[in-house]
């Protein structure tokens, strides 16, 4: 990925609700839009030795290029690998009929993202009852349990 940030705030450079153009650098993996999302890794930039970005498949596959103004090509986002809870006070919404409870996403490579676990009741009393029975096997694991 390029690391640069995205602005998505007015004091960032950029009017709220738009993302910053994305210029991929030597390396970065890109997804074409003119070709349903393919993924490339990008070879070559427009203006050194190419008018075009030249993207390969990151297994095998034939080269192609994309326009120099990358208006097709858009990032490949990290994939998440797993969630953690953050410290928060979760407060049941009776009209939504839900409990958001705050999370952090952890990524492939490295980054983080906060988003929030939307509980339904039915959801809260499932996990109620995994939660309820994997203390029980901690406990009976360690040695607490009667």
């Known amino acids: 990925m390029s690391g640069r940030p995205t602005p998505h ?11 910053a153009p994305f210029f991929p650098q030597l390396g970065d993996l890109a997804a074409d839009t003119t070709r349903n999302g393919r993924v490339g890794v990008v070879g070559a930039l427009p ?16 080269a192609w290029s994309a ?15 797993h969630a953690t809870l953050l410290v928060t006070y ?17 990524h492939e490579d490295g980054g983080r993202s906060e988003a929030a676990l939307l509980l339904t009741p039915t959801d809260l009393e499932r996990l109620h009852t995994q939660t309820g029975r994997m203390l029980g096997d901690s406990e009976r694991y360690h040695g607490d349990a009667p």
């Open 90 to 106: 979760p407060v049941y919404d009776p009209r939504a009929e839900q409990g958001p409870v705050a999370i952090l996403v952890h």
């Open 47 to 62: 203006g050194e030795g190419a008018a075009t970005y030249h993207l390969r498949p990151p297994d095998r596959g034939p």
């Open 9 to 19: 705030l007015p004091s960032q450079g950029a009017e709220l609700g738009t993302t």
């Open 67 to 81: 326009p120099a103004d990358a208006s097709t090509l858009a990032p490949v986002p990290a994939r998440p690998t």
